[in-house]
């Protein structure tokens, strides 16, 4: 394909703002979330992605040359609200104003579903004067059924939604046939709107005589520990996994970190809460799991399991670990690390321990903070499994030197923790709370200086990059141009990354591409939202994308466009293309540029200007 200077020069800033950010980064502080051990790293809630410094940076980098257009002025929408710009007054804090419109429907759509909105869309929407319509187009986003009656099998908020838990909870290859099982029980969980806390209760404390016919039995069976030999399962590993897999997953803590050790001595700089834990507490936190049998049915190697309740029912401190050092004698009865608490004369541990864990401020306080992290690029304790209760909310002269208040919103993440409660844990009411707020809706441009500890008020949008999956499929989207790919074991045919059960549904040439962006493999290397000049060489030269761009290629939008009927000008069809890929119309520049391209290249001209559009930086951030 033809590449002229002009088409070159849009795309240059995606490589040098790779390369830029790539050599400014410097590493940073440990945390609780880099102190782990071996392979048990792999997966946890989002991980790992880009730190709200490493995201100030970024949209200090590309905030004055994105796009802008009329903003708006603040209104205070909820409580969220009350309490981000109470802060912002109240400290003098530089703050944006609210995003344009087409830019709050490209974020939120992308934000909802994973998918840019559809050219009419947008157009319907800049253009109408409704001052709800930001709280409409939330609520259209979130359509989970048809005519409020009939649940469908998918939408495309459900697909974000059951990817997005499908990388939480590792679905894939190593749940053998349950991965489409499970798959399909995270899909009905949304599209029922469970309660969150008693979805959690059901997979904690499934039981099943396989797991290739039971879906719940799938999430606890990922995380087993298997003997050198893999004849058998090693069940003291296995209910350490499961204690540090819950506790990162629904309570934002690390408890990997004393796994091995006591935290004292070694954890002071880490997490002052863990120094005070004990390698015994994590057992403790285990042995509510010390009934549970997890076994092969069919032998050795084979990945269906049995999941029961007739293990030997006590956790043995005697048992060979072959995942960490060897555990010493202790008194290991369950106890919820928390509270203290054990289960109640007669009650199920399993039982008693998702009683607990539900019940416990900190699952909501977790629970709140990773779906703000997914709305808003970064937490409001961060790392998302980072969270230091020893410094969470205690007042600065209480706190040893140098350490202080872990975040200035605790009271917010508070509020919005018993708000989820008082709620049912309807992660649809979160979902929305979050969206409708202005906080979420501010604009990455402040136009006085801007310091790093800003990012803490939220005072400004943080750019960040767009997770793979959604990268691809917007890239088929807005080519027109799609793929047909497996769904785990069924028989239907999908067309979006985020509708497969998990990446190996996927073509090897296509998961090479997208690991280049950061896919979650489910196995061994979790999402990553990083930005590298190896991205950028990607979207310049790779075969599958220029395929998508063919004029003739099946789909194609471009093609639609160059041979609609009645003609469309070079103008109308320069619009067409940004506004399907950038969800926006071009400036008067841009136009021009992508005009004269089309009258003098024609087919070629309109492949090279899809080619530039897709490589521009904005195409692959989330501002």
């Known amino acids: 394909m033809k590449r002229g200077l002009a088409a070159f020069r849009v795309t240059l800033p995606l490589v040098l703002l790779a390369a830029g950010l790539a050599s400014a980064q410097t590493p940073d502080p440990p945390t609780a979330a880099s102190h782990r051990q071996g392979s048990a790293d792999a997966h946890h809630p989002a991980s790992p992605r880009a730190n709200s410094e490493e995201l100030g940076r970024l949209t200090e980098a590309v905030a004055h040359s994105l796009p802008s257009a009329a903003t708006r002025p603040i209104t205070i929408n909820n409580y969220i609200d009350e309490f981000i710009f109470a802060k912002i007054r109240r400290e003098h804090i530089p703050h944006a104003e609210l995003c344009s419109d087409s830019e709050f429907l490209r974020r939120v759509s992308l934000d909802l579903t994973g998918r840019l909105p559809e050219s009419e869309k947008i157009r319907d929407f800049v253009k109408a004067a409704d001052s709800k319509k930001r709280e409409t187009a939330i609520d259209a986003l979130m359509v989970t059924s048809t005519k409020g009656v009939t649940a469908k099998p998918s939408t495309p908020f459900l697909d974000r939604w059951t990817y997005f838990f499908a990388d939480l909870f590792s679905v894939g290859n190593l749940n053998g046939p349950g991965k489409t099982l499970a798959h399909h029980y995270l899909n009905n969980f949304l599209v029922t709107n469970q309660p969150y806390d008693e979805f959690v209760r059901q997979i904690l ?43 990162r997953i629904f309570l934002g803590i690390n408890l990997e970190c004393i796994s091995c050790h006591d935290g004292k001595s070694h954890l002071e700089k880490i997490n002052l809460w863990l120094t005070e834990q004990k390698r015994a507490d994590l057992w403790r936190q285990a042995a509510f799991f010390s009934k549970v049998k997890l076994y092969r049915p069919y032998g050795d190697l084979v990945d269906e399991f049995v999941l029961s309740n007739e293990g030997k029912g006590y956790y043995d401190t005697s048992s060979h670990s072959v995942a960490r050092i060897q555990r010493y004698k202790a008194d290991v009865k369950p106890t919820f690390i928390l509270t203290g608490e054990h289960p109640e004369p007669g009650e199920d541990p399993r039982a008693a321990f998702a009683r607990m864990l539900t019940s416990n401020i900190q699952f909501a306080r977790a629970t709140v903070n990773l779906f703000w992290a997914e709305l808003f690029g970064v937490g409001i304790v961060d790392p998302l499994t980072g969270f230091d209760l020893a410094r969470y909310d205690a007042p600065a002269g209480q706190i040893p030197a140098p350490w202080a208040p872990q975040t200035i919103q605790a009271d917010l993440l508070d509020a919005m923790a018993k708000d989820f409660q008082a709620h ?46 959604q990268i691809w499929d917007a890239i088929s989207q807005s080519t027109g141009v799609f793929e047909e790919f497996s769904a785990g074991d069924s028989a239907a045919k999908v067309k979006y990354v985020q509708q497969t059960v998990s990446p190996e549904d996927l073509p090897g040439n296509l998961a090479k591409t997208l690991v280049s962006f950061g896919l979650d493999d489910r196995v061994l290397k979790p999402r990553s939202l990083d930005l590298s000049t190896l991205q950028s060489s990607v979207l310049l ?17 471009l093609g639609a466009l160059l041979t609609a009927e009645p003609p469309k000008t070079n ?53």
């Open 205 to 247: 404390t499934a039981t099943t005589r396989s797991t290739y016919a039971s879906a719940e039995g799938n999430f606890l069976e990922r995380y087993y520990v298997d003997q050198p030999d893999q004849s058998t399962v090693n069940h003291e590993d296995t209910y350490d996994e499961w204690a540090i897999r819950t506790g």
């Open 424 to 469: 049912h844990f309807d992660l649809r009411y979160l979902i929305r709370l979050i969206a409708t707020s202005s906080a979420y809706q501010l604009s990455n441009r402040v136009e006085k200086p801007w310091k790093s500890e800003y990012n803490q008020y939220f005072a400004r949008r943080l750019v960040h990059r767009l997770p793979a999956e």
């Open 541 to 557: 030269n790779s075969v599958l994308l220029k395929e998508k761009l063919k004029v003739d290629a099946k789909g194609s939008r």
């Open 571 to 623: 103008k109308e069809i320069v619009e067409e293309l940004f506004l399907a890929t950038l969800a926006r119309s071009p400036s008067p520049e841009e136009s021009a540029f992508g005009e004269k391209l089309l009258s003098e290249h024609h087919a070629k001209g309109g492949e090279d200007l899809l080619w530039a559009l897709i490589n521009k930086p904005e195409f692959i951030l989330n501002y």
